[in-house]
């Protein structure tokens, strides 16, 4: 175990003619350009290390590990119109085939480079995923912060790897394989640990691109929640981009939570634009595919086809509009994640259900209040993957103007979401959010 600070182990060793790096004042497209290689390399790396394939095909790389203990990953793909539909058909079918046990996670930019990638992977049972948020930082301007007082920090190269932590995105498989690939030549691939008093308490991954778009990726930055805000944070995502620019890379890329955001400005790094995830459970992989009608339903929804929805959906009864896509979203959800307004004022008017958060997120604000007079219990209504109420949505947003007409009705303030057992109050203060706390503490049952 390192009981040295950061900048007294980690060097890099020179075991080649200097690479080349993306250079010059990049712009946030040259960025994002840099960030997809990036990120290719990383899921090709960790897959090989894994003993998984990395397969390619024009436009996209993607991987299949079996037995992992993560997603299989679909890389950024960029396909033309005409193609895309059966390409994608292509790359699911080969995981069926294979028989994964884990789901699939498929990364892109937005907007995405393969046009309407969104209702395509809806039609085949993705489920909307996580947003990426993209962060950037000119290596010359990084600051030096020391670690925290009685933390270390250096290379897990020959540390032991603890078999239990509550260390977010760390688990002793994937670990090892992050130091198998880290004993790849040339060496682009390194793992850096914080430890206080004898136990690991935080880490970071560098993964390194060279050439044109050659950037400095950031994995995996993670600290033990009994030791949050206390600088460790800071400190291996600095000392994974003092290595980098060590090593001669000009810029260093990451995507950040909304915790790990705050951490990531106080160093430097700014914006420069999102991504979308998209996500197919293995649950679903594993049952029939989806048939070519109702495939062709829902791209017709999302490509905003309205000549082909009557046809397509059974006739056009109200019933089929009412009833779950492959990717279990109703038509109207896909509607508005698609963003095809004139769609979703199609199927209202031909029976599809509108519920408060379609409403709200077509523009249609006017609607809410009445909406929710008629049927207060809507506000109650948990939905998709997560169970989240509208006011659980709300305080995610942080958007205080749908939660103060939700709380008009008078919700149920007690109901906890489905993934972290938490109510909407419980996420306002997680989240930090000062004005929303007060908003619900001042609604909150007396005594």
Known sequence: ??????????????????????????????LRAALVTNHRWWFLRTARAAGGEVQRSPGVLWTYTPGA????????????????GERLDAIVAFYRHRGSQRGILCWSLDPPETPDL???LA????????????????????????????????LLDGAPLPAETDLPYYDPTNAAQIREAGRRRPRRVWHIGAWLEGRLVGHSVLNLTTGRQGVAGLFNVGVAPRVRRRGIGAAVTAAACRLARDLGCRYAVLNATPDGERVYRRLGFVSFGEGQTWYLPASTLAAPPPTAGQIAFAEAIGQGRLSDLGRLGKQGSPESFNLPLPNGMLPLQLAVATRQERVADWLVAHGATLDVLSAWDLGWKERVPELLRRS???????????????????VWRNDLELARLLLDAQPDLTIQDGTFQ???????RHLQRAEMVALLEGHAPKG
Request: glycine share 10%; aromatic share 8%.
């Open 118 to 120: 969104g209702s395509r």
């Open 376 to 394: 207060p219990e809507l506000a109650n209504r948990r939905s998709g993957e997560g169970e989240r109420t509208p006011l659980h949505e709300a």
């Open 69 to 84: 203990s993560r997603d299989q990953e679909i890389a950024f793909p960029r396909w033309p119109r005409a193609t895309a």
């Open 1 to 30: 175990m390192p009981t040295r600070r950061a900048d007294h182990i980690i060097r890099p060793m020179r075991t080649e003619a200097g690479p080349t790096f993306l250079a010059g004042d990049a712009s946030p497209d040259q």
């Open 422 to 428: 938490s109510t909407p109050l419980g996420w306002a």
């Open 123 to 154: 039609a085949r049972g993705f489920r909307w995923g996580f947003r990426p948020h993209w962060m950037g930082l000119d290596l010359r301007l990084l600051p030096e912060p020391e670690p925290p007082a009685a933390v270390s920090v250096g």
